[in-house]
């Protein structure tokens, strides 16, 4: 954490997967978030995995979608 942020990054090397994304969120992401976080995440095909929302509630958070085309709540549209 860096003032209060969260900040994971990895390198691959191959393309990013439904299967390579869950498996970083499983072994990177969910084991440094606070207890009942919130996860927003756009409509990418490889966000809607179909074990992806069970394995972030199982761990105890919780999983938002966006609206299908919300550029001005995906903050990577400002960039």
Request: hydrophobic fraction near 40%; charged fraction near 25%; proline fraction near 4%.
């Amino acid at each position: 954490m860096i003032k209060n942020k969260l900040l994971t990054v990895s390198l691959f090397n191959c393309s990013i997967t439904t299967e390579v994304f869950e498996g970083w969120i499983e072994h990177d992401l969910l084991p440094k978030l606070k207890e009942k976080s919130v996860l927003i995440m756009d409509n990418a095909t490889l966000h809607k995995g179909k074990s992806l929302k069970k394995l972030i509630q199982e761990a105890g958070h919780y999983l938002v979608w966006l609206p299908k085309y919300s550029p001005d709540l995906n903050l990577i549209e400002k960039m």
